[in-house]
């Protein structure tokens, strides 16, 4: 009996040494050498006012550690812009008619920002996947008003060239967000623009194993970051549950379950643009 107590015991030993090592290798996947751990991104940047600019609901799944903690920790007030409802987006699972779509996406939006605290939301109703389509001038006056009222000091959107998952609403709307700051810096006025422009950076190894052809184009096109902060996984999960329509996505698209991403993705990554320094106009 005791030597089946002792061989119970190193099996158990071996597969936790086997988990643990499995673990801290996954982890790798998701972790990006060039960035400093942080407690809060605006927190480290001083920002009182802060902006994100996105493309579809649901790109705000992206950075709601970053927005948690500016609004629970920093006391900033937070506001976003969604430049579509969604509508064009692939259901997993279907929870809605097609038609009905871009209804339920923008529902889904406002309540997990809600969810995360953010002050204000705006939901544009720009095409679904035409967004490089749209009118630039129009996007950019749009945005430069909307700027002009919210007073943003950080405004978070995506790299240009990679829009973080290689979709190109997200590629314009960062281009977009980039133009409107350059044309308030022009203007000048009451308010010239942000102090900052932060973009959200995703983990290369990970994409390059998992995100193909996508992942491919991202990693190639995106700076490195300098900043890493706690990712709230937890209100990351919360937000797939309130995305209902896309509740499956990372999994569809990654071949991972949502619980599995975040447990070795427990970070989020930045890189930040300091506008005084290094003016876009």
Do not use: C
């Amino acid at each position: 009996m005791r030597k089946r107590w002792i061989a119970l015991i190193v099996v158990a030993s071996v597969l936790v040494v086997i988990l643990a090592g499995a673990y801290w290798a996954g982890r790798s996947l998701f972790h990006m050498p060039t960035a400093k751990g942080v407690d809060s991104v605006v927190g480290e940047l001083g920002g009182q006012r802060v902006l994100g600019v996105f493309a579809h609901p649901d790109d705000e799944q992206t950075v709601n550690g970053l927005f948690w903690r500016a609004k629970t920790q920093d006391g900033a007030y937070t506001a976003m812009i969604t430049a579509t409802a969604g509508e064009a987006g692939h259901q997993v699972p279907t929870v809605a008619r097609d038609e009905d779509l871009g209804l339920v996406r923008t529902a889904e939006a406002l309540k997990n920002s809600f969810n995360l605290g953010v002050d204000e939301h705006e939901v544009w109703d720009y095409p679904d996947g035409g967004v490089p389509e749209v009118d630039e001038d129009e996007l950019v006056d749009r945005l430069v008003t909307a700027m002009k009222r919210i007073k943003p000091d950080v405004v978070v959107g995506f790299w240009p060239a990679s829009g973080a998952t290689g979709h190109k609403d997200h590629m314009e709307m960062g281009r977009v967000t980039e133009l409107a700051i350059a044309q308030l810096e022009a203007e000048g006025g009451s308010y010239s623009g942000p102090d900052y422009l932060v973009y959200t950076i995703s983990p290369t190894t990970a994409l390059s194993i998992f995100g193909g052809e996508q992942g491919a184009l991202v990693v190639e096109n995106q700076p490195d970051p300098e900043y890493a902060m706690n990712a709230e996984t937890g209100k990351k999960l919360e937000g797939w549950k309130i995305h209902a329509s896309q509740e499956n996505y990372l999994q569809a698209a990654y071949y991972l379950p949502a619980w599995l991403v975040y447990l070795l993705w427990d970070n989020e990554f930045y890189h930040v643009r300091d506008l005084a320094a290094e003016p876009l106009g």
